[in-house]
């Protein structure tokens, strides 16, 4: 089992390409590998796997193939961070028996298992090593497909490889300097449970404690639905005298006035306002715990 530490951004479709060249275009960047993912993920018909927080692929990349395990795991200053499991397997077909070593044998009925929906997607990978941490980039551009439904995909995801977790958020704020870009705390397993009409909504983010906490779980919530952000026991204003306190006070006051007056969260994604005071806030947040 590996622990894995990640933020993930969401990006309008137009702005994929722009986020893609000014990361090449740094000095710590190093250009990966480029491939086509095909992951199939699967579940029980009720969904067993995903009441547990769990999600259960195999992925194909080339001729190989990796059997993942991953459990949702908690949401600390902007990054996921997860249990994971992975094993190499000879084929597209589940594994069960590597499965029966796992704490899922006891709980889940493993020959119900069965194929739920895709992500397929284009992996660009960068390399990134700025001195104080080595950070996996990944560019994703595809699609989440559930039987006849489907989900366009273009994401940045930030993993930490090594070295010091906070500068992943240094990175993420730093992009979203170049081009508009969404904390977004859904991943692509939930997107696709929703796709199939199997999504189990979780109370909270995990780990999620405070005003902007919440404020950011409301937000990746409505992005899923395409609904309205709920507001109830945010309080803004609270929020909107710690983004004065870190220079984002007119940002955040034209992002909190939209959410305030209804607009739709949608009018909000291709403006750079949004994922500059998601990720400020939570930096400087991170910057007040550590007394720095």
């Not at 937000?219 to 220079?247: F, M, N, P, T, Y």
């Not at 209804?262 to 949004?274: A, F, H, K, N």
């Amino acid at each position: 089992m590996a622990e894995e530490l990640e933020i993930k951004l969401s990006l309008q479709p137009g702005d994929r390409v722009k986020a893609l060249r000014w990361l090449l275009a740094k000095p710590e960047a190093q250009a990966g590998s480029k491939k086509s993912l095909v992951n199939c993920y699967y579940d029980t018909p009720d969904a067993e796997l995903n009441r547990r927080q769990a999600a259960l692929r195999v992925r194909q990349a080339g001729s190989q193939y990796i059997q993942t395990l991953k459990t949702r795991g908690e949401f600390v200053n902007g990054a996921h961070r997860r249990d994971e499991w992975e094993w190499p397997v000879s084929g597209p077909s589940l594994s069960l028996g590597l499965l029966a070593e796992t704490s899922l044998a006891d709980c889940v009925n493993l020959g119900r298992l069965a194929p739920v929906f895709e992500t397929n997607f284009t992996r660009q990978v960068i390399m990134l090593d700025d001195g104080k941490a080595v950070i996996e980039c990944a560019v994703d551009e595809g699609v989440i497909a559930a039987g006849r439904q489907e989900k366009l995909l273009h994401e940045v995801e930030f993993e930490l490889v090594s070295g010091d977790p906070s500068r992943l958020l240094v990175w993420a704020e730093k992009l979203a300097r170049q081009c508009p870009v969404f904390l977004n705390l859904i991943s692509k397993a939930e997107q696709g449970y929703y796709l199939a009409g199997m999504a189990v909504m979780a109370a909270d983010a995990g780990g999620k404690h405070d005003d902007l906490d919440r404020l950011l779980y409301q937000l990746s919530h409505a992005w899923l639905v395409r609904g309205g952000v709920s507001l109830e026991g945010i309080d803004l204003q609270a929020l909107v005298v710690k983004a004065e306190a870190c220079g984002l006070g007119q940002s955040f006051a034209t992002v909190a006035g939209a959410l305030a007056k209804g607009q739709p969260l949608e009018d909000l994604l291709g403006r750079p306002e949004l994922g500059q005071c998601q990720l400020g806030l939570l930096a400087n947040r991170a910057r007040r715990t550590l007394g720095t």
